[in-house]
């Protein structure tokens, strides 16, 4: 049997579909923030910092486990009231601009999930791609594949990039939620790095117990 290491593995963050998906809402924030907010306002840096500390504290927390599950727990749930924080930022842009956010089961929000963007640029080429498919008619506000409405009037850009940031902020925060739960139950079922310490300390005094003298 091996021995239970005094230091467990940590730090492998970038493997986490949680901070995948937040890296990919800070890129697509700053994207969104240096061409729709004035770059002079408290809103642009509050937005790209409130994305930001979405994606540092998946890291810190990450890193941070192998002494402390507690302090995990609790930058894992920072980072998901930042990414909370950022969400409500695009809700008031698309309210305060008189743009519509998309309901849950609009087809516009499936089809972008289903696309698995990893990047901001895929992003963008969907979003291309869906404005000039409603300008020509090929799909309408019903989304991709949809028919087009009478006199329906098309997304606009913003309309599209920040309704794509809520779609996938949301995605984060769920994986976030998941995530919570079970660095939870791995508390509860292995203790912190001060029980670590003391069954280790337990093991090696049994074993120095069960080894023959000379």
């Given at each position: 049997m091996n021995p239970e290491p005094v230091i467990p593995p940590h730090g492998g963050y970038r493997n986490l579909k949680s901070f995948q998906v937040a890296q990919l809402v800070y890129d697509l924030t700053v994207r969104f923030c240096d061409s729709y907010i004035d770059r002079r306002s408290r809103t642009h840096d509050q937005m790209v910092q409130a994305a930001r500390s979405g994606v540092q504290n998946i890291a810190e927390g990450s890193l941070a486990s192998a002494t402390s599950k507690a302090t995990e727990m609790k930058?894992?749930?920072?980072?998901?009231?930042?990414?909370?924080?950022?969400?409500?930022?695009?809700?008031?842009?698309?309210?305060?601009?008189?743009?519509?956010?998309?309901?849950?089961?609009?087809?516009?929000?499936?089809?972008?999930?289903?696309?698995?963007?990893?990047?901001?640029?895929?992003?963008?080429?969907?979003?291309?791609?869906?404005?000039?498919?409603?300008?020509?008619?090929?799909?309408?506000?019903?989304?991709?594949?949809?028919?087009?409405?009478?006199?329906?009037?098309?997304?606009?850009?913003?309309?599209?990039?920040?309704?794509?940031?809520?779609?996938?902020?949301?995605?984060?925060?769920?994986?976030?939620?998941r995530q919570l739960i079970a660095q939870a139950e791995t508390f509860e079922k292995e203790g912190g790095f001060r029980e670590r310490l003391y069954r280790i300390r337990q093991q090696a005094r049994r074993n120095s117990k069960d080894t023959p003298g000379p």
């Open positions: 930058l894992t749930n920072v980072a998901k009231a930042s990414l909370g924080e950022l969400l409500r930022d695009y809700e008031d842009f698309l309210r305060q601009r008189g743009l519509p956010q998309w309901e849950k089961d609009d087809p516009r929000r499936e089809d972008l999930f289903q696309q698995r963007c990893s990047t901001a640029d895929e992003v963008a080429q969907w979003a291309a791609r869906l404005h000039e498919g409603e300008r020509s008619g090929l799909c309408g506000p019903g989304g991709p594949g949809g028919q087009q409405q009478p006199n329906a009037k098309s997304a606009t850009y913003p309309e599209i990039a920040a309704n794509a940031a809520l779609l996938l902020i949301t995605v984060a925060i769920s994986l976030l939620d």
